[in-house]
């Protein structure tokens, strides 16, 4: 199905998409093999590391990446091409919910949801240059549970300049819109963060809030961060199984156990 939008939107196949699906076993890295309690909850920065690591090994030459959820489905004119800066692909989104706004609240309220995220949001589905990925380390390997994560990567792309002005660049003209697929198991399956606010504070010396301030290149907080300590190049993972899907070429799944940080050093098996 991405196939067939993408290429039906203003990608030539002869251009060689790949996608890859990088999948979480429960295990990381302190467990044992066999060892049943030992349990990490989901973890979107680490998964996104390392699906850009096995691109990187397996094809080197690969200049543009779109870091994208997997129940994000494009509708309308979306465009994935290549550009000269970082771009959040998801200007607007099913489920996007006003700040204090629960979805249950918007349900009963009857209300069919689009929308935007708070101004500074870079999750869902943000493309950049392959080279801009190393050059901000990837994403934090530290955020354990849902959220989080694309806080830190939008100061990232701040500390590097990457952003447009203080805000992430955006499609124009309503061509970056986002449906949301259903969610089987329901919310309550999500392990959320609760402590994701006091970690962004303490990694960019910030006060820990649900909605982050804006900031801009050179700005202090600019210069905080563990950044170059935490991402790409603290990865550690082991591939447990890989394979093949829609008996396609260009589409690689991935399956992830012992994963974690390593202590300032890079690691997979």
């Not at 995220?117 to 380390?137: H, K, P, Q, W």
């Not at 124009?172 to 949301?180: C, I, K, T, V, Y």
Request: aromatic share 10%; glycine share 14%.
């Amino acid at each position: 199905w991405y196939q067939r939008r993408v290429h039906g939107e203003d990608t030539d196949p002869s251009l060689g998409v790949s996608y890859y699906v990088v999948d979480q076993g429960s295990g990381d890295i302190s467990c044992s093999s066999g060892d049943l309690g030992c349990y990490k909850p989901f973890n979107r920065g680490l998964l996104l590391n390392a699906g850009f690591r096995l691109m990187r090994e397996r094809e080197p030459g690969v200049g543009w990446v779109c870091l994208h959820d997997v129940d994000r489905i494009p509708v309308g004119p979306v465009s994935y091409r290549p550009r000269a800066h970082p771009v959040h692909l998801m200007a607007e989104a099913q489920g996007a919910l006003p700040i204090g706004q629960s979805k249950e609240s918007m349900r009963l309220a009857g209300e069919a949801q689009w929308g935007s995220y708070y101004s500074t949001f870079v999750g869902g589905v943000t493309c950049l240059a392959a080279g801009d990925m190393e050059r901000i380390n990837g994403l934090s390997n530290e955020y354990w549970g849902w959220g989080g994560e694309d806080d830190d990567l939008y100061y990232r792309l701040c500390a590097n300049d990457l952003l447009n002005g203080t805000l992430p660049f955006v499609p124009l003209g309503h061509r970056g819109r986002f449906a949301e697929l259903p969610d089987e198991l329901g919310e309550t399956h999500v392990n959320k963060g609760e402590s994701h606010p006091t970690l962004l504070g303490q990694k960019w010396g910030i006060e820990g809030t649900q909605q982050i301030r804006e900031c801009k290149f050179g700005d202090p907080i600019s210069e905080q961060g563990d950044w170059r300590e935490d991402g790409l190049s603290s990865l550690s993972y082991h591939v447990d199984n890989q394979f093949g899907l829609f008996n396609s070429p260009n589409v690689h799944y991935y399956h992830l156990s012992q994963y974690g940080t390593a202590q300032g050093r890079s690691q997979k098996t």
